[in-house]
């Protein structure tokens, strides 16, 4: 079910209805079975591959918790009789029994994931290989169909594994209360990627009916919606004939793309989101922000800490740090201290960390180079951007621009043109196109088609940008009020006439505006088919 | 303590490590120090930070980080 | 609390009421382009007692004329027309008309049968939106949509319409409330002529017999009026495009014998009707304009009173009163038709361009 769709509003009324009218214990249940059910509509086959991940990580994690409970009892009853070194090396050996089995889930998950999202990609370099070397077969490609929501809910689970593994928390007893947290319907489309502990905080709780948390819940969910089907599909529109007509939108129109572009995934994305986080608040449940105003970062760490939040710190503390600490890349490190000098020798973990998360975080993109191409483009533009931070300090010093407001608009202007540049490699269909595009900013110089007319060649009509105006202005001031406090918060405040009408004013906005309906190609969140 | 202080100038020299408890929290310090940190650590002291380490409360002041690394040494 | 709850009861009407009216100012008003579309709504401010119905496409709401019927014959008949009308649609019409009346003969255009399947969106809307909330437009909606229809948006038409925020004219403004009555009884009033020029036989077709779906739905009407004893009459009007296949005649005299009904195809007679498609159309041949319709009508009628026993109406004073009215709306508009003509040397406000769009 698309959320955009009237089956899936439908679904969410009758939920939430029920929710709260049966007795307050039954409330997690109802959600599993709501969410499974939303899974058949995926899909019926796909239900196959999410059981397969919880019974596995179910399986899993009970065995780790074994050896875990077997490793204390042993050493609490034998504390007399075991010295230091017997303790060490029983420790490392029930470690290393664990470890097994998160070895052995992970495997499993993630290659369920790898072979479903990165056959056809393989196969595809491969037959280009063979084209290299004028080999005559070609492999065919195996078409898999990708199960709703698998980068999404992979990844949040063998987070939780990891996490039973590292000791964390303790495993979650109750397979069914396991199989919630995978596949907690509102986060398979685009997420966030959750923490078990922070989940399971409101999760599994009794909710009773809070007209608070419902009322904001709404108005999230409404908010949401409007940045979607308003702005979002609406923008599409231009940035599907840019991008699908690459012969005929070039010079300015590709940066015309871009900042549509850029304004569109916003939109989609964070609106998603807010529909995510709202459909969980009005159900009393607690999910993680996963946006921050990104676009108001300074630079691009920043910009890494408010854009798809979970994500990065899914990666943080699952791969950079593992890798860039473990023993064997600090020996590394060593070894290249000795051979090439502290300078480069200290940065051995932090590059090879860096760069491998990058190329994985390009590729849970998208099974295609162009991701990959981003993705270490982003990784990069950071290191770059790290390696320059001694020649930033020394320019603060010298000039004390650091606080001047047009000094921060110049940094929140620089990174977003930036990001936009790079994200553009999402939209057109290969890398050398892109990259061709990029080429014509500089080198075709239409841009006087600008001042005649051309923005009306894209499929949007002057009315409907006027209204993407209005609409990405009250978007920008939304945003600005928020830096001091929770909008919904300042609207509570006001009273309820002025609150009614900004509701009601929201809802009939998405009603006529949207563009959803006959005349407007239907389209799905750009991440759901992750 | 003093070696871990020079460790920590040799990053942001310009930090008050003595009194500042929010390393972590104001992101003076991110993720890239926190690596080249434990780097530099684990070849000083002679120890093993593992990833489950990494928390705030590890690493939010100079008196949390060298806790750590005390502890760590008692438990090898 | 009290308050609380009355309060919100009363901040959900009126956003209710508001909702209602943007919604009555969104969708299209069909004042002057395409009057087609308000063929069916004004069914239902009539006076419900009419002896014949007529129901079809075009074919019938721009070649009959109810007026000439009831000036010559007394009959009293309203055409329940509308553009492109499939024949489930029909038949869903025809069941929603009887549940306001029964009429003694139902008169139904065949062309539709070549309609299978449902057509486009946009003739969908003209027939189905000026039904009003039955069973029957229930059953008319789900036998039409498309595959990427939705339901609901019949139910809320502002969920299709919400599109036209940026095309509002000031008639969306002006009818928002109340529009004018633009038929006769179904019927749609052109003066004006475009002659046939040549009448290219039809193209050869691969399949000459009607689909299932359409002689299921012929089937169920012809049950319908057997059940209410009404007298069902199949016609082929006589409009000379669509090309009407001898195959597909055919057909419909195996039909009517079967069933033991009658089917007239009237373009066998034309002569005899006294159709000159040099001045009887208004577009090349596809419908009669207002001559041709009174000569069709004229004839037609003839059959109805003395075959069909179709009663004179002309001498009871109810009938008289509402259908001299009805006489003197046709002849004003006929005379403001003129007006344009010699005015404009066109048709300026009695636009009909979703007939233009089906004959391509």
């Known amino acids: ?530 | ?76 | 609390m009290k308050k609380k709850i009355l309060i919100n009861v009363a901040a959900i009407c009126v956003a209710i009421l508001i909702l209602m009216f943007i919604q009555r100012l969104l969708m299209p008003k069909y004042m002057t382009e395409i009057p087609e579309g308000n063929l069916v709504e004004e069914y239902y401010d009539e006076v419900k007692k009419h002896d014949v119905i007529f129901i079809g496409d075009c074919e019938v709401f721009s070649n009959v004329s109810p007026i000439t019927l009831w000036e010559n014959y007394g009959i009293t008949s309203y055409i329940r027309g509308s553009a492109q009308q499939l024949i489930w649609q029909s038949y869903y019409l025809l069941e929603e008309t009887l549940a306001y009346e029964k009429p003694d003969v139902v008169v139904y255009n065949v062309l539709a049968m070549k309609y299978n399947e449902p057509q486009k969106e946009a003739y969908n809307r003209l027939t189905l939106d000026g039904m009003k909330l039955s069973k029957s437009k229930i059953g008319a909606i789900k036998a039409s949509m498309m595959k990427d229809e939705v339901f609901i948006t019949y139910l809320f038409p502002i969920l299709r319409y919400h599109s036209r925020w940026s095309d509002l004219t000031q008639e969306d403004f002006k009818y928002v409330f109340k529009k004018d009555t633009l038929s006769h009884n179904g019927y749609l009033m052109r003066i004006d002529t475009k002659p046939v020029h040549i009448i290219p036989k039809g193209k050869k077709l691969p399949n000459y017999q009607f689909g299932e779906n359409s002689y299921y739905y012929l089937e169920k009407m012809t049950k319908l009026c057997k059940d209410n004893d009404i007298e069902l009459l199949l016609i082929k009007s006589p409009s000379v495009y669509p090309y009407w296949y001898e195959e597909w005649d055919e057909q419909m005299v195996n039909f009517a014998k079967e069933n033991n009904l009658t089917y007239i195809n009237f373009l066998e007679v034309v002569d005899e009707i006294g159709i000159d498609y040099s001045t009887d159309t208004f577009d090349g041949g596809l419908h009669l304009n207002l001559s041709g319709a009174e000569k069709f009508s004229l004839y037609l009628g003839k059959i109805l009173s003395e075959t069909f026993g179709v009663p004179d109406q002309r001498d009871n004073a109810e009938m008289k009163k509402i259908w001299d009215e009805k006489v003197d709306f046709y002849y004003a508009m006929k005379a403001d038709q003129e007006r344009e003509m010699a005015e404009y040397g066109y048709l300026k406000s009695y636009g009909a361009q979703a007939q233009q769009m089906e004959a391509e």
């Open chain 2, 1 to 76: 303590m003093d070696t871990l202080l020079e460790i920590l100038r040799g990053l942001h020299p310009e930090v008050d490590y003595e009194n500042c408890e929010t390393l972590i929290d104001d992101k003076i310090i991110d993720s890239f120090d926190i690596v080249t940190l434990i780097s530099d650590i684990s070849d000083e002291f002679d120890i093993t930070i593992p990833v489950e380490e990494i928390k705030p409360e590890n690493f939010n002041s100079a008196k949390a980080i060298y806790a750590m690394i005390e502890r760590l040494k008692e438990e090898e």
């Open chain 1, 1 to 530: 079910m698309l959320f955009t769709s009237y089956e899936f509003l439908a679904f969410l009324v009758v939920l939430f209805v029920i929710y709260y009218l049966i007795p307050k214990k039954f409330q997690w249940m109802l959600l599993l079975v709501a969410s499974y059910l939303f899974y058949l509509v995926a899909g019926i086959g796909y239900i196959f591959y999410i059981i397969a991940t919880t019974l596995s990580t179910y399986l899993a994690s009970f065995k780790i918790n074994q050896l875990q409970e077997r490793q204390v009892n042993y050493i609490k009853e034998n504390k007399e009789t075991l010295s230091r070194e017997e303790r060490k090396e029983y420790k490392a050996a029930m470690k290393k029994k664990q470890k097994t089995w998160l070895i052995l889930c992970l495997l499993f998950n993630f290659g369920i994931l790898a072979v479903l999202k990165y056959t056809d990609f393989v196969i595809a370099n491969m037959n280009a290989l063979l084209d290299i070397f004028s080999v005559g077969t070609k492999l065919p490609f195996l078409r898999f169909a990708l199960p709703l929501g698998i980068s999404f809910y992979t990844f949040q689970t063998m987070g939780y594994i990891i996490d039973v593994y590292r000791e964390k928390y303790t495993y979650e007893k109750n397979v069914f209360r396991l199989a919630l947290f995978v596949s907690f319907f509102p986060q398979l489309i685009q997420g966030p990627i959750s923490r078990f502990d922070d989940l399971k905080k409101t999760l599994f709780d009794e909710h009773s009916y809070d007209a608070k948390n419902i009322s904001f819940g709404l108005q999230r969910i409404l908010w949401g919606y409007f940045k979607k089907l308003v702005i979002a599909d609406r923008l599409l529109i231009a940035v599907n004939t840019i991008v699908g007509n690459p012969e005929d939108y070039q010079g300015v129109f590709v940066l015309v793309g871009m900042f549509f572009y850029a304004i569109e995934l916003y939109c989609d994305f964070t609106g998603g989101i807010d529909i995510v986080i709202g459909i969980a608040q009005v159900l009393g449940i607690h999910v993680e922000e996963n946006f921050i105003r990104p676009y108001f970062s300074k630079s691009i760490t920043e910009y890494w800490r408010r854009w798809h939040i979970t994500l990065g710190t899914w990666f943080k503390d699952y791969m950079f740090y593992p890798i860039s600490v473990s023993k064997s890349m600090l020996e590394l490190s060593k070894k290249c201290r000795k051979w090439f000098g502290n300078e480069i020798g200290k940065r051995i973990p932090v590059y090879v960390a860096s760069i491998v998360v990058w190329f994985t975080t390009g590729i849970w993109h998208g099974a295609a180079w162009n991701f990959i191409v981003w993705g270490l483009l982003n990784c990069l533009v950071i290191l770059v951007s790290q390696e320059c931070t001694p020649l930033y300090l020394k320019f603060h010093k010298r000039f004390h621009v650091a606080d001047k407001l047009w000094y921060r608009i110049f940094q929140i202007g620089r990174t977003f043109w930036l990001m936009s540049f790079l994200r553009t490699l999402d939209c057109y269909r290969d890398v050398s196109t892109t990259f061709r595009m990029y080429g014509t900013i500089v080198t075709k110089h239409n841009y006087y088609e600008l001042f005649q007319g051309g923005l009306m060649n894209l499929g949007l009509s002057v009315a409907e940008y006027i209204l993407l105006l209005i609409c990405v202005t009250l978007i920008l001031i939304v945003s600005l009020l928020q830096r001091s406090g929770s909008v919904r918060e300042k609207l509570a405040a006001k009273p309820m006439w002025v609150r009614y009408t900004v509701y009601f004013a929201l809802f009939l906005a998405i009603l006529l505006f949207g563009a959803y309906g006959v005349g407007y190609d239907s389209s799905q969140f750009i991440y759901s088919q992750f």
